[in-house]
T-cell receptor, first 111, second 112 residues
Framework: QKEVEQNSGPLSVPEGAIASLNCTYS??????FFWYRQYSGKSPELIMS????GDKEDGRFTAQLNKASQYVSLLIRDSQPSDSATYLC???????????FGAGTRLFVKA | DGGITQSPKYLFRKEGQNVTLSCEQN?????MYWYRQDPGQGLRLIYY???????QKGDIAEGYSVSREKKESFPLTVTSAQKNPTAFYLC???????????FGDGTRLSIL
């Protein structure tokens, strides 16, 4: 199993729907997780961090962490065409020296 | 405003030439990183530095070199030994190695 795994997609949702992006992880990463958004041709930007079990909400975004099942998810409510991007899940490795990035999930929001 | 500045935005390399990509940050971050991204692919770690005057090889360090003589600067040299250098190069920094990273705008390197 890879340290951080994501479904590459593409995930297609209609405008206004909830987009659900998922990420599973192995024991080789620590328990801090970061979600980045990367628009085509641009650099990644941090949108959410989550460090403890449960939900964390920030505007239309909710990050969910389930340590028992080793998955972390990002929900985007009221999806907009401007949310169309690749979403990267990331976590520091257990050594704490570098961050492991998933391959990313491409999201398309149809108007 | 604090941030990470990468230059140049576009760079062309001739056969046999070494080129250096600049990365400067004024965020007072200890840790800095270089990634390579090929079209439609994820990020691959080239080198990282946890603190000034120290750096470590990442997953694809062959054909690349770095230095970290100042806290705010982490230049990447793409040497002639890197036979397939065409890619999008991203520099990032974080307060410490296990904290969220902030990225520069990237440099696109192509072969002439």
């Amino acid at each position: 199993q890879k340290e951080v795994e994501q479904n590459s997609g593409p995930l297609s949702v209609p405008e206004g729907a909830i987009a659900s992006l998922n990420c599973t992880y192995s024991d080789r990463v620590s328990q801090s997780f970061f979600w980045y958004r990367q628009y085509s041709g641009k650099s990644p930007e941090l949108i959410m961090s989550i460090y403890s079990n449960g939900d964390k909400e920030d505007g239309r975004f909710t990050a969910q962490l389930n340590k028992a099942s080793q998955y972390v998810s990002l929900l985007i409510r009221d999806s907009q065409p401007s949310d169309s991007a690749t979403y990267l899940c990331a976590a520091p490795d257990t050594g704490g020296f570098k961050t492991i990035f998933g391959a990313g999930t491409r999201l398309f929001v149809k108007a | 405003d604090g941030g990470i500045t990468q230059s140049p935005k576009y760079l062309f390399r001739k056969e046999g030439q070494n080129v250096t990509l600049s990365c400067e940050q004024n965020l007072n971050h200890d840790a800095m990183y270089w990634y390579r991204q090929d079209p439609g692919q994820g990020l691959r770690l080239i080198y990282y530095s946890q603190i000034v005057n120290d750096f470590q090889k990442g997953d694809i360090a062959e054909g690349y070199s770095v230095s970290r003589e100042k806290k705010e600067s982490f230049p990447l040299t793409v040497t002639s030994a890197q036979k397939n250098p065409t890619a999008f190069y991203l520099c990032a920094s974080s307060v410490q190695a296990n904290q969220p990273q902030h990225f520069g705008d990237g440099t696109r390197l192509s072969i002439l």
